[in-house]
């Protein structure tokens, strides 16, 4: 059974899926200026970029946020401690 996230504009939405909607949306030059990371801006695939995403989390946390803010506005709320 899945758990409902309804203030998660994330859930469901694969890694895999959100490199493609950005590469269709923003192109890679776009995105590599927006995130300067190696796999957006040398030889950029979704493949690569998929393999270094899984494995850097302040990495995928870029990319999350860059898609949130180019498809849905979407700014999470900074939290205070």
């Known amino acids: 059974?899945?758990?409902?996230?309804?203030?998660n504009p994330l859930h469901g939405v694969k890694l895999e899926d959100i490199i493609i909607k950005?590469?269709?949306?923003l192109g890679w030059q776009a995105m590599g200026e927006a995130i300067n990371i190696r796999c957006?801006?040398?030889?950029?695939s979704v493949k690569s970029s998929l393999k270094f995403?899984?494995?850097?989390?302040w990495a995928r946390?870029?990319?999350e946020?860059?898609?949130l803010d180019?498809?849905?506005?979407?700014?999470?709320?900074s939290?205070?401690?």
């Open 61 to 63: 946390e870029k990319v």
């Open 70 to 77: 180019t498809f849905h506005g979407f700014v999470w709320p």
């Open 40 to 44: 957006f801006t040398h030889d950029p």
């Open 22 to 25: 950005l590469e269709q949306e």
């Open 79 to 81: 939290i205070k401690k």
């Open 53 to 57: 995403l899984r494995k850097t989390p």
């Open 65 to 67: 946020q860059l898609y």
């Open 1 to 7: 059974m899945t758990q409902q996230q309804p203030n």
